[in-house]
Nanobody, 127 residues
Framework: QVLLVESGGGLVQAGGSLRLSCAASGRTFSSYAMGWFRQAPGKEREFVAVISGSGFSTYYPDSVKGRFAISRDNAKNTVYLQMNSLKPEDTAVYYC????????????????????WGQGTPVTVSS
């Protein structure tokens, strides 16, 4: 069982930055790939970023590539999402998730591959 708790969301102006954090329980944090997803009102939950258990591999969709950066600190059982150059279309509830699936990061984009989810943290980007 892995318990995930996100924090760091809030209101920011377009062009601004936010850093989200996700704290995980358990002693096997480094064995999980960690992903970030987001869900805007009336839309499907979409993939934002993923990082391997070691932290050496990451993957992003084109919509956030170059603006968002995922990282992790396995000593602190925490994964981060640094979001820069934010746009109004980035407004959503952001969720972190843990996956035990062993696969290239490019394959870990589907919600079904993640066993554990946090409760989400809202991000609002004003224009």
């Amino acid at each position: 069982q892995v318990l995930l708790v996100e924090s760091g969301g809030g209101l920011v102006q377009a062009g601004g930055s936010l850093r989200l954090s996700c704290a995980a329980s358990g002693r096997t944090f480094s064995s999980y790939a960690m992903g970030w997803f987001r869900q805007a009102p009336g839309k499907e939950r979409e993939f934002v970023a993923v990082i391997s258990g070691s932290g050496f591999s990451t993957y992003y969709p084109d919509s956030v590539k170059g603006r968002f950066a995922i990282s992790r600190d396995n000593a602190k059982n925490t994964v981060y999402l640094q979001m820069n150059s934010l746009k109004p279309e980035d407004t959503a509830v952001y969720y972190c998730a843990a996956s035990s699936t062993i696969a290239p990061m490019t394959r870990l984009t589907g919600k079904a591959l993640y066993e554990y989810w946090g409760q989400g943290t809202p991000v609002t980007v004003s224009s």
